[in-house]
């Protein structure tokens, strides 16, 4: 078995252990992004993808986080800004102790556990994508660069130049501060008769897609997603069908240190 397919077995096993909690709790939730392409185009993983996405709406992502205190077993570890003061994401992820998955962007924050996860994306109102864009975009590279994580690793000078202006403006700002900030901005059109929905990385959907959710199979299991999983892929990918180029078949998450532990598998 290869590394990346032992990865992509316990992140699996990690997705059952949300999936779990959400049935015993009642809970919606939905793939998204790589996570649903490849459910749909190859009934599971797309094979050369190291990652797993699920979203919810806001009001299901904090009833999650809440059975989570009662009902994750210990070998995971949920990681937001309540359970670990370096971590800068405003979306939760669920990580396996006792492995290593370290991200090239992390730098030198000291996360509480770096081990393989599953990322679970808040999706709150928005009455303007874009507009909203710009400023969330700003806090949350100003938190980033607060705590340490490399963010401009692979720019130019200039992209460099542009990072280390941000992080002297982080100076002047508590973690606390930023974090309100961009919660605050995130949420402002909830309870808005809105048509459109974003996640952090402020990606629209319509409102309508998340109202009508179906089972839909991904390697010997089956998760809830979009009933009209075409229009959100065409959006998306345009012909999500047609796999790339072999030489465009790669994950951009940078990681650059494995550890499976006990969990490697022959």
């Not at 090239?104 to 393989?116: Q, Y």
Request: hydrophobic share 35%; with cysteine; net charge negative.
């Amino acid at each position: 078995m290869t590394e990346l397919r032992n990865i992509q077995l316990l992140q699996l096993m990690i997705a059952k252990e949300v999936k779990r909690i959400c049935e015993l709790h009642k809970i919606q939730y939905f793939m998204i992004a790589g996570t649903l392409l490849g459910a749909v185009r190859h009934k599971g993983f797309i094979p050369w993808d190291d990652d797993l996405d699920f979203g919810f709406v806001r009001s299901d992502y904090e009833r999650f986080l809440e059975a989570c205190k009662t009902d994750l077993p210990d070998e995971y570890f949920l990681q937001t800004w309540d359970t670990d003061p370096e971590y800068a994401l405003p979306f939760a992820k669920i990580r396996l102790k006792g492995t290593h998955f370290v991200e090239k962007n992390t730098g030198r924050a000291h996360l509480v556990e770096d081990g393989i996860f599953v990322d679970l994306f808040p999706f709150d109102k928005c009455k303007n994508p874009d507009k909203r864009q710009v400023k969330t975009a700003f806090y949350q590279r100003l938190l980033l660069m607060k705590n340490g994580y490399d963010i401009a690793h692979d720019g130019g000078m200039l992209k460099k130049a542009v990072y280390a202006g941000i992080k002297a403006v982080s100076l002047f700002f508590s973690r606390a501060s930023i974090q309100r900030t961009l919660q605050k901005s995130s949420m402002k059109d909830n309870g808005s008769d809105c048509a459109y929905l974003c996640d952090h990385y402020e990606r629209p959907i319509q409102s309508s897609l998340t109202e009508s959710l179906i089972p839909i199979p991904f390697e010997d299991d089956a998760f809830l997603s979009f009933s009209s999983y075409d229009e959100y892929l065409t959006v998306t990918y345009g012909d999500y069908m047609t796999p790339p180029p072999e030489d465009k078949r790669e994950n951009y998450h940078g990681i650059t240190r494995v550890e499976l532990s006990k969990y490697k598998m022959d």
